[in-house]
Antibody, heavy 119, light 108 residues
Framework: QVQVVQSGADVKKPGASVKVSCKAS????????IHWVRQAPGQGLEWMGW????????NYAQKFQGWVTMTRDTSISTAYMEVTRLTSDDTAVYYC????????????WGQGTLVTVSS | SYELTQPPSVSVSPGQTARITCSGD??????DYWYQQKPGQAPVLIIY???KRPSGIPERFSGSTSGTTVTLTISGVQAEDEADYYC???????????FGGGTKLTVL
């Protein structure tokens, strides 16, 4: 069965970077785009961008261009999302989600990773 | 830019029908999708391509479209339906995704 498992919660200081992992299993990793979505405490869902695990190509929401990087390691079916220059505004639960094929929606989600930015 | 607008909250009594709207200029040209999110959990897809239900989603959940507004309808609301609901769409090239602000459904 399809599973998407993320790394555990993390606490970072302002100005630091954080890298969240998203390990997929139960399907061919390179056949489905992986998206990243974040949710600040008490707030809604915010789309960040996607990575094509096959080519490594990426597409970021304008807001995140230049300080968020999405990568993947096909040998271990894992996608990564790194946020640099963290501020308290980046405190959020970060989700990875698989894009359905065909379709422009998300059929499987990771459990979420809470990143807390605090001095 | 693509924006989707939802009411912040909707309240209904058990057994009644809840309707949650989502408005956006992109909606007449693109499919819309709906997710349910309960506290502390990841979102779950409940409607895709305007009005289709994934396997395992109860029939009481349905979707409809009318111009720039799409509607999630929950017929015969149950206590377990209390959650946040988000609409979502994407541009035609698949390069930009957007979520509505979310609607908190309260079952009185």
């Amino acid at each position: 069965q399809v599973q998407v498992v993320q790394s555990g919660a993390d606490v970072k200081k302002p100005g630091a970077s954080v890298k969240v992992s998203c390990k997929a299993s139960g399907y061919t990793f390179t056949d489905y785009f992986i998206h990243w979505v974040r949710q600040a405490p008490g707030q809604g869902l915010e789309w960040m961008g996607w990575i094509n695990p096959d080519s490594g190509g990426t597409n970021y929401a304008q807001k995140f261009q230049g300080w968020v990087t999405m990568t993947r390691d096909t040998s271990i079916s894992t996608a990564y999302m790194e946020v640099t220059r963290l501020t308290s505004d980046d405190t959020a639960v970060y989700y990875c989600a698989r894009q359905a094929v065909p379709g422009n929606h998300f059929d499987y989600w990771g459990q979420g990773t809470l990143v807390t930015v605090s001095s | 830019s693509y924006e989707l607008t939802q009411p912040p909250s909707v309240s209904v009594s058990p057994g009644q029908t809840a309707r949650i709207t989502c408005s956006g200029d992109v909606l007449p040209n693109q499919y819309d999708y709906w997710y349910q999110q309960k506290p502390g959990q990841a979102p779950v897809l409940i409607i895709y391509e305007d009005n289709k239900r994934p396997s395992g989603i109860p029939e009481r959940f349905s979707g409809s479209t009318s111009g720039t507004t799409v509607t999630l309808t929950i017929s015969g609301v149950q206590a377990e339906d209390e959650a946040d609901y988000y609409c979502q769409s994407a541009d035609s090239r698949g390069t930009y995704w957007v979520f509505g602000g979310g609607t908190k459904l309260t079952v009185l």
